[in-house]
Structures are given as C-alpha cells and as structure tokens.
C-alpha cells in the first residue's frame, strides 16, 4: 500500500516529524513518500495520505492549507489523517498553554480532506530562525526556545495509522 506524508514546514522540523512518520510507516512495510506539500501532484497512486503543517500565528502554513484545498475532491473514500506541529516551550507556561489550541484552519482542512483524525505535536523553536518583530520579542521566546518534539509520541501516532491500514487491508 502506497501512502503519502507531507507537511509543511518553514524551518524544518516539522519535516522532520513527517520524515519520522514515514520512516515508522516504512518500518511497517508501507511504501512510503514524503514530500513538500509544493511537491505533491496527482494522489492516483496513494491509498493514505497523512498531511501537516507547522502552526504560526494560530494557523497552518498555506502550503499545507492550499494542499488540503487543491487535492481535497481526489482524497474522497481514501483515509487522511492530519498533524500540527506547535505548540513550543514547557507545557505547563503561560505562553504553551496558549499555543496549545486547534489552528483556526483545522475544521475547513477536516472538511476537505475527510480527514478522520488531528493530531498535535509540540515543536521546536530555534531563536536564530526570528527575524524582525520576533528578533524584539526576544525576551519573551527566551522561555519557548528548544526542541520540545516528543519522538516517541511521534512514533506511536504513526504505529496506530499503520495499525488502521493494516486492519483495512485485512477486512
Ligand atoms: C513567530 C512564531 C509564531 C508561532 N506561533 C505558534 C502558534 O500560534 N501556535 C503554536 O502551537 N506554535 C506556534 N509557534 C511554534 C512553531 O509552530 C514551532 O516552532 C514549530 O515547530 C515550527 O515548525 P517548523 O520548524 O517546521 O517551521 C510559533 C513560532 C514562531 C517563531
């Protein structure tokens, strides 16, 4: 079975995290594509796919949004399951617990795609990746800054999808 996992990313861990689904798919004897959502064309060959995006600002990056519109009529009957990467920073702070909300795209995107399960992960934030504005805020991203992305949470995410397809070819 043939499955495709993308996801946008502006600094690249969450492509990383999509790179970890797939080689955790791949490990369950699916073929596997991980690409940018700017990469992907026709779905005929897929039979999953598995789409996300880094959040900003409350919303997916527009790669991942426009991908979910564009392909949305081609995704009818064939599972899609959808992750976030965000929020940053110790769970228990003020700022996490703010980010630790659903993206305001996330119902339009679940409406397009069918998609029978969100997921989110928390990210990474690397203060050399701010610029302008950001680069001010410094102070307060001090608190956000590092690698929060929880692996084996990761892995476990991608292990049920394998579960589920497997179930389906099984049926
Ligand atoms: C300016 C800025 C805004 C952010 N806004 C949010 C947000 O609203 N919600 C959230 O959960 N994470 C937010 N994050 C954290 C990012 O989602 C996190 O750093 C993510 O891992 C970045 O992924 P990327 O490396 O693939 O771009 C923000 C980060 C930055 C730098």
Known sequence: M?????????????????????????????????????DVGALSEFEAVVLGSAVYMGHWLAPATGLAHRIGAELAGKPVWLFSSGPVGDPSS???????????DLQAVQKATGAREHKRFSGKLDRHN??????????????????????????????????????ATAA
Request: avoid cysteine.
């Open 2 to 38: 043939k499955v495709l996992v993308t996801a946008a990313s502006r600094h690249g861990s969450t492509a990383e995290i999509a790179e970890a689904i797939g080689d955790e798919l791949k490990s369950r004897g699916f073929e596997v594509t991980v690409a940018p959502p700017e």
């Open 130 to 167: 701010l610029q302008g504005l950001q680069r001010v805020g410094l102070a307060l991203f001090r608190g956000l800054q590092g690698d929060f992305r929880d692996w084996k949470a990761v892995r476990d995410w991608a292990a049920s999808i394998a579960d589920q397809l497997a179930e």
């Open 94 to 104: 003020k700022f996490a617990q703010q980010m630790d909300v659903d993206t305001v």
